[in-house]
């Protein structure tokens, strides 16, 4: 791992890179982290992730003001990896710092930021083909709406999904459905897109926000409501929303047939609709996506 990398202020060897063992974000998962993705070279919908950094920084009191300015060291970030007309993504984390180990919040540290580029293409044979899904219960906390480095909650649950062959894993509270573990979950019953309401339950997703934002647009019905897992299983289509995930048809759930097993005819025309506003936003020539 010898790319270049944004660690305080610099851009440096990875392999150079000195973060403190003292760092909170090591020893608490005391931070918080972005994913943007570019296409072709350009951001999709930077301001919203900036935004929902801020948002995340703010709920958990890590003072770290020069957000604007992240878009700038991204781009940099892109050239000196010899990415910057490719599809990549940017991970981003900012933790609060590094100080000796005590469990309330230090005054006082200067934040950890971290920044990182790589290669991110679509997952195009999944996007077309659909991929299995498995349902497990919610273990995690009850702020989803801070895009929290605590992962292993997730990291855990997808883990075991992949190790059965499914793609991805959907989260089940109190009956109800949340998310996924690294994505927004979408059902859609009677030409109506439904999904969870926006709460402390799940993350404000960027990529769930434009799909609403298109269905608006195209006058699709859609419902802003927690649905239960017997609900999900009898849904017409199902479809995963995110950065990495993009559009992602589900044609199964555990290993039970959704929409036939094939990706359903709304998720397609939402899928088309996804990569036509990405078109738009990032000024691509061209066609980026169709099956
Ligand atoms: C738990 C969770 N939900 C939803 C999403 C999708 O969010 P976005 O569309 O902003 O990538 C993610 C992305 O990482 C996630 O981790």
Redesign the pocket.
């Known amino acids: 791992m010898n790319r270049i990398i944004y660690l305080n202020g610099r851009f440096t060897r990875a392999n150079d890179a000195v973060i403190s063992p003292e760092d909170r974000g090591f020893n608490f998962a005391d931070g918080v982290y972005e994913?943007v993705k570019y296409y072709r070279g350009k951001p999709f919908r930077m301001e919203d992730h900036l935004e929902r950094l801020k948002f995340s920084l703010g709920e958990v009191g890590i003072n770290y003001s020069p957000v604007k300015e992240l878009a700038a060291v991204f781009a940099e970030l892109l050239q000196l990896n010899g990415l910057e007309n490719s599809d990549a993504g940017i991970y981003l984390q900012i933790s609060r710092g590094a100080a000796p180990r005590v469990h309330h919040f230090p005054a006082g540290l200067t934040p950890t930021v971290y920044a990182t580029a790589f290669p991110f293409p679509s997952f195009s044979l999944s996007l077309e083909t659909g991929i299995p899904v498995v349902t497990a219960k919610d273990i995690r906390w009850l702020r989803?709406d801070i895009k929290s480095v605590s992962l292993l909650p997730?990291t855990m649950l997808y883990n075991r999904a992949v190790e059965i062959g499914a793609g991805e894993c959907i989260l089940i509270r109190d009956g109800l459905v949340t998310?996924?573990?690294?994505?927004?979950v979408f059902g859609i019953r009677n030409n109506t897109v439904f999904t969870h309401p926006l709460s402390h339950l799940?993350?404000p997703?960027?990529?769930?926000k434009v799909v609403l934002e298109i269905c608006k647009a195209q006058g699709i019905s859609v419902g802003e409501k927690a649905f239960s897992e017997e609900e999900l299983l009898d849904m017409d289509e199902v479809f995963l929303?995110?950065?990495g995930s993009e559009v992602m048809p589900v044609v199964s759930i555990n290993d039970v047939p959704v929409s036939g097993g094939i990706p359903g005819r709304i998720t397609r025309r939402l899928q088309a609709l996804f990569f036509e506003a990405v078109t738009q936003h990032c000024q691509i020539q061209g066609r980026l996506q169709s099956f």
């Open positions: 994913v989803c997730n998310e996924a573990t690294h994505s927004s799940i993350l997703g960027i990529t769930r929303a995110g950065t």
